[in-house]
């Protein structure tokens, strides 16, 4: 198939590019490279140094024999789009061009406008170019386990039953998201599905989890495919940085009590369940949705995973919540959706965070230990 994947610069886009390339599909990126512009915004790196995206294409091509073409250039740039999806012809699309991290959009108003505008209307001018150049190609869009929050009923694969007085319907499953971030994928979603019902296009929405782990096949194949593994307290997620903070001796930052819980998959089963979405295309018109995530943990279990796992001592700093989120809850998720397509979980075992740790330690000079710490307060603007 000749795949599309938007974002293919970023710390998942990049991996799943060299994934589906590695399986004979035709794979090309598109990117604005804003994920290295907050970088110098926020003044941090990544943890693992990488390489300009024409540099990582050359050493694909070097180490695989399979090029990626890239396009550089932005979602909101309708005519750019249109141009990208006349040119490179693909069957399915995989999107991940978007803001994705919760602190960012939480900063204040302009980073707040900044995020929903880039997601909203990248994404809508993206659905677009599809029905007005190939309605057929099927979208993979990247959704976020974080649109449901944390309701206390179970949570289905995007779609609900629901009977009320005495009559039924399936409705989208409702949300209750923690950011302003997790909201843009909220409203993503509605515009998705709109799109499958009024126009028939064919489209899966992969809610995922927090991801975990560097390196994947593809990227372990030469240093200079590596993809980027973010530590600083806004762009890098809680396992990573609990890893990275037991390496550095420095604690690791529970926020609260800890019982706040969350789904989770490690790097080599995104790239997988992206391939499986893209070989088996949702149906024209449908608006098909699965859980991306392989296990729950609260996030005290995460740390005493950590603190186990490491070979010296750690030490376990319960920091006042920055974020506005539910300390103890109920958590069960459905998903069975990517597993019934054939995806064989990895799940978290000592061996993996071992393999991580070691990364750190070879990269550990590079480290920043004040982005370490929160800094974005979800109660930010409010007048008290
Ligand atoms: O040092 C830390 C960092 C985080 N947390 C807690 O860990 C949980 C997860 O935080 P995170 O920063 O790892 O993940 P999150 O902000 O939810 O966002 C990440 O995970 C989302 C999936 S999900 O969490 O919404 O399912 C993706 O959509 C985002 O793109 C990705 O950045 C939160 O309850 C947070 O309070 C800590 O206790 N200590």
Redesign the pocket.
């Known amino acids: 198939m000749r795949v599309l994947v938007l974002g293919g610069d970023g710390y998942l886009g990049w991996p799943t590019a060299l994934h589906l390339s590695d399986r004979g599909h035709d794979t090309a990126v598109l990117d604005n490279l804003a994920r290295r512009g907050y970088d110098r915004e926020l003044g941090v790196q990544s943890l693992v140094p990488i390489e300009d995206l024409d540099t990582r294409v050359a050493a694909w091509e070097e180490v695989s024999g399979r090029t990626i073409p890239a396009y550089t250039g932005d979602l909101l740039d309708a005519d750019f789009v249109y141009r990208v999806l006349r040119e490179f012809a693909p069957d399915a699309i995989v999107h991940f061009a978007e803001q994705?991290?919760?602190?960012y959009s939480m900063i204040d108003r302009e980073h707040a406008v900044y995020t929903q505008h880039n997601n909203v209307v990248g994404t809508l001018n993206l659905m677009y170019a599809i029905a007005e150049t190939n309605p057929d190609i099927h979208l993979v869009k990247?959704?976020?386990?974080?649109?449901y929050g944390t309701p206390n009923i179970d949570i289905e694969e995007g779609w609900l039953e629901v009977e009320h007085n005495g009559r039924k319907d399936r409705m989208l499953y409702p949300k209750k998201?923690?950011?302003f971030?997790?909201l843009s994928?909220v409203h993503d979603s509605h515009n998705l599905e709109f799109g499958c019902r009024i126009w028939g296009m064919r489209v899966t929405d992969l809610?995922?989890?927090?991801?975990y782990g560097q390196q994947t096949d593809q990227t372990v194949r030469d240093a200079r495919l590596a993809t980027r593994f973010d530590y600083d307290?806004v762009?890098?997620?809680?396992?990573?940085?609990?890893v990275i903070?037991a390496v550095l001796g420095e604690p690791?930052?529970?926020?609260?009590a800890?019982g706040?819980?969350?789904?989770?998959l490690d790097i080599r089963d995104t790239v997988e369940c992206i391939r499986l979405a893209v070989e088996n295309p949702a149906d024209a018109g449908e608006f098909r949705v699965f859980n991306q995530?392989t296990e729950s943990y609260s996030?005290s279990q995460?740390?005493a995973l950590v603190a186990e796992s490491f070979a010296g001592p750690v030490q376990v700093e319960h920091?006042e919540?920055?974020?506005v989120?539910q300390a103890e809850h109920y958590y069960n998720v459905k998903h069975t959706g990517l597993v019934g397509l054939g995806l064989q979980p990895h799940l978290l075992s000592e061996t993996l965070i071992e393999s991580m740790f070691d990364i750190v330690s070879a990269n550990k000079d590079r480290v920043d230990p004040a982005a370490?710490l929160?800094t974005v307060r979800w109660q930010g603007p409010l007048k008290r």
């Open positions: 994705r991290a919760a602190p990247l959704g976020t386990m974080g649109e998201p923690g950011s971030y997790h994928k809610n995922q989890g927090v991801v307290a762009f890098g997620t809680v396992l990573n940085r609990f903070q690791l930052t529970v926020y609260g800890g706040q819980t969350r789904g989770f995530m996030v995460l740390a920091l919540n920055p974020r989120e370490l929160p």
